[in-house]
């Protein structure tokens, strides 16, 4: 398997590449609930829907903002072999083609939850990537397995990635979390009824116009620059 090498340098120019990126791609960002509290001297397993392209940066950027945790993330091996920059940044990989690989992965996971508080891995339960409105298929046992090893020595957090073009040309992105109880046994079917919670919560605060705390903002849009210059232009008319 391919291990993570967190380079500093890396980080500091992917950082400003992502912040670019960013103001470049997306409108704004908002935060529907709420983060979780959680115990900061316990590693974090985050759990997200896996349902675009952007959802491993979007990771990367919550874990920068608010749990500010040494960055690691589940990427394909044939993925990861192809863009190794991100081997610098936390990436690690598996090989779901191999029962040997798969397990080297999630021991490689389960030695860092259990030897570095200061972790925090991003794993997609789905396993692969899908749309969000897709319902019917199964979480991936592997998160199962390691929580099974690593019990309530860490915080499980599960979360929604939700982007969705509205008023804007550009897309906004709307972040729900919600923290696992893992004083009882953890099975991972359990929880698909969770994701599909989180995401009604999602639709219905936008159908109610109630987007929560936006955390970021790019730049103007189209309709935020029309408004201002023909505001401009009506107000030097009169």
Known sequence: MIEAKHHKISKIIFDIYLQRLFKKNFYSFYLINEIPKLDLDKPIILAPNHST????????????????????????????????????????????????????????????????????FTIFPQGILMPYFIEDYQLAKGLEKIVEKVGNKVNLIFATFNIFYLKEEKPEVFFNFKRVDLS????IENYMDIFK???KITKESILNNDKGEMIFNGKKSISEISKNFFGLRRNGNN
Do not use: H, V
Not at 58 to 76: D, G, P, S
Not at 184 to 187: I, P, R
């Open 53 to 120: 392209w952007w959802d491993g940066f979007l990771a990367y950027y919550l874990n920068e903002i608010y749990f500010k945790k040494r960055f690691y993330i589940m990427i394909l091996e044939e993925s990861l072999s192809r863009y190794k920059f991100f081997q610098k940044l936390g990436g690690f990989s598996i090989n779901q083609n191999s029962p040997k690989a798969i397990i080297k992965s999630l021991d490689y996971t389960i030695n860092i939850l259990k030897n570095d508080r200061n972790s925090l």
């Open 184 to 187: 009882e046994k953890f099975e």
């Open 197 to 199: 919670e989180m995401i």
